[in-house]
């Protein structure tokens, strides 16, 4: 989704915001901008890449102490340039915006402000608050009051950077709803809608909470709170160092982030899972203080998430139930927020969430607390992130920044989290003994060896993909706690492949999908060695006497023999309960290999974002 970068120094500032606005690029976006402040304002917007934006600076030779830049996700208005960031208000004395998010009363503003004569030459919510800021600076005594005037009109969730053509030596950003922050540099300052930004200019980070504005200039930096006066009460913001390395950011010898992120799985779940490798026995702690007694609480569990995530905790739900012996119901965020569910305060409510920034989960979530849910935990990637701070559990995903925007080490870990909580619950309601808990253990600190020698199976998947590459269509099947795992291999053929996949439970088949079987359509089917193996080889038997092309990928104990039509790749014995973890990664290699063979563009998929900031 959109991404914002701004910056105010003493030196030249187009290099940081081309810098910032690359870094940001695997959010996703459809047009690109920046605005600079050198006798005047002048603004630059593309269509293209980031690059062709850099290419349009160096031509104009564009240069200037302060200036704001975007990448924009269209949602008010196609993708267009004069649909892109920075918008202005006024002809001479210019109001230049820059804007994440959506401001859900645009068109009450508008007409108001069509009436005061401003004329609108986008179809953007943005411009509306470009005409606002400029409307309440006739009466405000400087911008950043201006800006406090204005946020208390609109509705939604936004962050906004603002610069002002007659007072080039400040910024002015405000943030409700959506991520932004300040960097605090040497010799200047900066702002950005994500820490990776700014990682090449200044590791020093305040992260703004919702309803702060702030004003930034090439010494200092200013903070106030707008969420209960329109005036604003200066408030102090930590400074934190950002401990995320260069390297986690950059490509290093990788052709792709998707790439770089299937291969660091196994250190991604082992620094997740750290904790645990170093004690002896399991502690609730590692979930939050409080995590002990609402565990021995709660006779419930739901869970809510989007894409991804979601078929994270339909994987966990199969670990609840088997695991901790507890009920455990899973919700697209999007469809349960405007349902009118029964609330149990009983239920311990769980939102997943790579990025803690997605609209539609953290919404859920807060309708949940509406409903009467008590109880909350988040399970994020993201430490400073809106999901983390308003549940009363927490676990972070160490997996460090994922850029791709297809999630790989993110599901990988989200799913050891999950596995981990469903034992944490089943020692703290006594459905485990200590004998099994100390076989959990070593199982957990197996898995990061797990996954490297899975890893291993990449020549192998890489030799099927030139025929998937030819086909439009492809089924993927799975039963019990690996039919989330097929969902998993379809959206991911889908995400960066384009090719049109669907996932079944393979006992589904022969209610509907078993007419789609013909040669043009192969059928990818995770056969481990578990107790359902047996009723799987019989759905698989349903699709190779219609002629169907299976790609099986089985335990080396499954028993499943090559012939015609059925193609098969063995992973290690079965692993019990992290089978499903293990046997992600094939179908991570598989999306990835077709995505090469069709030439896509795999880190930055069209038409999707990474973090998706709007409903
Ligand atoms: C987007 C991303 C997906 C992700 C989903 C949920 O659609 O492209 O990769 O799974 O959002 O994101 P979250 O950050 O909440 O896990």
């Known amino acids: 989704m959109c991404g914002i970068v701004g910056a105010i120094a003493k030196v030249n500032i187009v290099p940081v915001l081309l810098e910032g606005l690359l870094r940001l690029e695997y959010r996703g976006y459809d047009s690109a901008g920046l605005v600079v402040t050198n006798d005047g304002l002048h603004r630059l917007r593309t269509t293209g890449r980031v690059t062709e934006l850099r290419k349009l600076a160096a031509e104009q030779k564009t240069s200037g102490l302060a200036g704001i830049a975007h990448t924009r996700w269209a949602t008010h208005g196609e993708p267009s340039e004069r649909n892109a960031h920075p918008h202005f208000s006024g002809e001479e004395l210019r109001i230049a915006v820059v804007h994440n ?27 509306v608050i470009a005409h606002l800021i400029a409307f309440k600076l006739k009466q405000a005594t400087d911008l950043m009051q201006a800006v406090c005037l204005s946020i208390a009109e609109l509705q939604g969730a936004y962050a906004i950077a603002v610069m002002e053509e007659t007072h080039p030596e400040r910024i002015v950003v405000a943030r409700n709803g959506a991520p932004l922050l300040i960097g605090v540099g040497k010799d200047g300052n900066y702002v950005a809608s994500d820490s990776s930004a700014l990682l090449k200019t200044t590791r020093n980070i305040i992260y703004l909470e919702e309803g702060d504005v702030a004003e930034i200039n090439s010494q200092e930096y200013r ?58 026995s399991i502690s609730a702690n590692l979930f939050g203080n409080e995590a002990e007694k609402i565990f021995s609480r709660i006779n419930q569990v739901l ?74 935990l988040a399970i994020c990637n993201v430490p400073e992130s809106a999901l983390i701070r308003q549940t009363t559990l927490r676990f972070l995903t160490r997996a460090g920044p994922e850029i791709g925007v297809a999630s790989t080490k993110a599901f990988t870990t989200q799913l050891a989290s999950l596995l981990l909580l469903a034992v944490t619950l089943a020692k703290i309601r006594r459905h485990l003994s200590p004998e099994d808990e100390k076989k959990m253990i070593a199982a957990l600190r197996h898995l990061p060896l797990a996954l490297h020698n899975v890893l291993q199976v990449e020549s192998q998947v890489k030799n099927w993909a030139r025929n998937f590459a030819q086909k439009r269509h492809a089924l993927f099947l799975g ?137």
């Open 101 to 127: 998010g959506i401001i859900e009363n645009h068109e009450d503003i508008r007409i108001f402000l069509k009436k005061q004569g401003y004329i609108f030459t986008s179809d953007t919510d943005t411009e």
């Open 223 to 280: 903070i106030v709170n707008c969420l209960h006066k329109q005036t604003g009460e200066a408030v102090d913001r930590i400074v934190h160092e950002s401990s995320i390395s260069n390297e986690a950011i950059e490509l290093g010898p990788y052709a792709h982030f998707m790439q770089k992120e299937i291969f660091e799985q196994p250190s991604a779940v082992a620094n997740t899972l750290e904790m645990v490798f170093n004690a002896q």
């Open 479 to 615: 039963r019990g706690v690996h039919y989330p795992i097929a969902m998993e291999g379809a959206l991911k053929l889908k995400e960066i492949s384009y090719i049109h996949a669907e996932a079944y439970a393979a006992g589904e088949l022969k209610h509907g999908p078993l007419a789609l079987v013909d040669s043009e359509m192969p059928i990818v089917a995770i056969a481990p060695n578990d107790q359902l193996l047996g009723k799987l080889k019989s759905n698989l038997q349903e699709v190779h006497a219609r002629g169907g092309e299976l790609y099986v990928f089985a335990d080396a104990d499954s028993h499943i023999t090559e012939s015609k039509n059925l193609h098969a790749i063995r992973l290690a014995e079965h692993a019990g309960l992290l089978s499903p973890i293990l046997h992600t990664i094939p179908l991570q290699f598989l999306a990835y290999h077709v995505a090469l063979e069709k030439r896509t563009d795999v880190d930055k998929p069209r038409n999707l974002a990474k973090a998706v900031t709007v409903e």
């Open 303 to 376: 869970i809510i998430a989007c894409g991804t995530s979601y078929h994270a905790g339909l994987v966990a739900r199969y670990w609840m139930e088997s695991v901790a012996g507890l009920p455990c119901n899973v919700e697209i965020a999007s469809e349960y927020r405007y349902r009118d569910p029964i609330a149990d305060p009983d239920t311990l409510v769980i939102g997943i969430s790579q990025s803690g920034e997605t609209a539609d989960t953290l919404a859920a979530l807060s309708y949940a607390r509406k409903l009467g849910h008590l109880y909350s």
